[in-house]
């Protein structure tokens, strides 16, 4: 798929009817990687929820009601970043928004995931509402890891909703 067609097909998907398999899994994470971070760090971390029996307990466990919902069937990508790494040089912060790097980062890797599971015939949703100690605890997360998002994944059950998109020059400036 060209990519200009792989971002206008992306959707954030509410109903999936399976999760997609771990070999799948792994190469969208090894695609993933690709992305570029502070100084080559590479400071995201995946951990993947996609046994079942997990998948089942994870979801009720982690997630709020509507995105239990949203998320039946798919298989879970926790995404974290390591503390300390972008934005630092030396363990010194280089400048203003210091750890907040590490955010931005991790928000290239997984727009990287999002559209390497859409390129392989996958669909995705980013939640950002879930308890992130239950889901440190459970996964045994360490705490030099920030815990951002759970990523569901899964074959969508049918089309997801078309987006609309605020006009380019509210939120375009040339200068």
Request: negative net charge; glycine residues 6%; contains cysteine.
């Amino acid at each position: 798929m060209e990519f200009r067609e792989l971002i206008q097909k992306r959707r954030s998907v509410r109903n999936y009817t399976e999760s997609a398999p771990r070999e799948v899994i792994r190469e969208i994470l090894i695609q993933a990687q690709q992305a570029p971070s502070w100084a080559h760090t590479q400071n995201a971390r995946c951990y993947v929820v996609d046994s079942p029996e997990m998948r089942e307990d994870f979801r009720k466990a982690v997630l709020p009601e509507f995105n239990q919902k949203n998320s039946e069937n798919a298989a879970f990508i926790v995404t974290t970043f390591v503390k300390g790494l972008a934005g630092f040089s030396r363990g010194v912060q280089v400048n203003e928004p210091g750890e907040e790097w590490g955010s931005y980062d991790l928000g290239l890797h997984d727009a990287y995931l999002i559209f390497a599971a859409k390129d392989a015939g996958y669909d995705t949703l980013i939640m950002g509402a879930r308890n992130g100690e239950k889901i440190r605890e459970m996964l045994n997360i360490p705490e030099n890891e920030e815990i951002m998002s759970v990523i569901a994944i899964g074959k969508a059950a049918g089309e997801g909703n078309a987006r609309t998109h605020k006009d380019p020059d509210e939120v375009i400036r040339f200068f």
